[in-house]
């Protein structure tokens, strides 16, 4: 990674004044730092996140959506040049034949660690159908004491709303490569009907819902 960041025609697409930030150590963030990261289970550091008593917290969203989701997100990188259509791209997710997968894998062996292992698993439709109770329940396993104000502001940050206006603010990549205003789309539970044909539904059922419940892992489709 250092090696990448020393020189920015390695990494194309990311801003170079976050890479000079990244170089001179001014990107800094103090303590206590909340660090998001998409990193699949084998690559996690768990070893020093043990020793130093990290706290995870592991949001999931339900396959369907997260399909639609994604389908919309490889879209929106590079003009679209690299974007498959619906029956492919949904072919290619059922089959974990897509970018940062495979999903079904990522998400079952995330799911073996539980409350003792200092992980709090969250999922996305469990924020729409009752974000204070998420909000409160994350607050308590990181050992933060929120009053009704602090809980109405962070509720206003966590509006579609007003991700949509402050994305381009958290954006490392330039616009040439990914349009930020798009990236905060509908945000709803249940989007997936909208997409998926009958056979599309059945065999992704097969393929990606049976395995999750086999493992334990059930979501909800919509509220």
């Not at 998400?107 to 992980?119: A, E, M, Q």
Request: glycine share 4%; net charge negative.
């Amino acid at each position: 990674m250092d090696a990448l960041l020393m020189d920015p025609s390695l990494v194309p697409g990311v801003r170079s004044k976050m890479i000079a930030k990244i170089q001179t150590g001014e990107y800094q963030i103090e303590k206590p730092r909340l660090i998001r990261s998409h990193l699949h289970f084998k690559l996690f550091p768990f070893k020093q996140a043990k020793d130093k008593n990290v706290k995870l917290i592991y949001i999931a969203r339900n396959p369907k959506d997260v399909c639609v989701s994604y389908f919309y997100y490889q879209r929106m990188q590079l003009n679209g040049s690299l974007a498959l259509k619906w029956d492919e791209f949904v072919e290619e997710f059922t089959q974990d034949r897509c970018v940062l997968g495979p999903w079904l894998e990522h998400v079952i062996d995330w799911k073996k660690l539980g409350i003792d292992d200092n992980v709090l698993h969250v999922t996305y439709e469990d924020m729409k159908d009752n974000l204070d109770r998420v909000i409160r329940n994350c607050a308590g396993f990181i050992g933060v004491d929120l009053s009704d104000e602090d809980i109405r502001r962070i509720k206003i940050n966590c509006s579609m709303e007003e991700m949509r206006e402050s994305t381009h603010k958290y954006n490392i990549v330039d616009d040439s490569y990914f349009d930020a205003k798009l990236f905060v789309r509908k945000g709803i539970v249940g989007d997936w009907k909208n997409h998926f044909s009958v056979f599309q539904n059945e065999n992704f059922e097969k393929e990606i819902v049976e395995k999750l419940e086999e493992a334990g892992i059930y979501f909800k489709y919509e509220i």
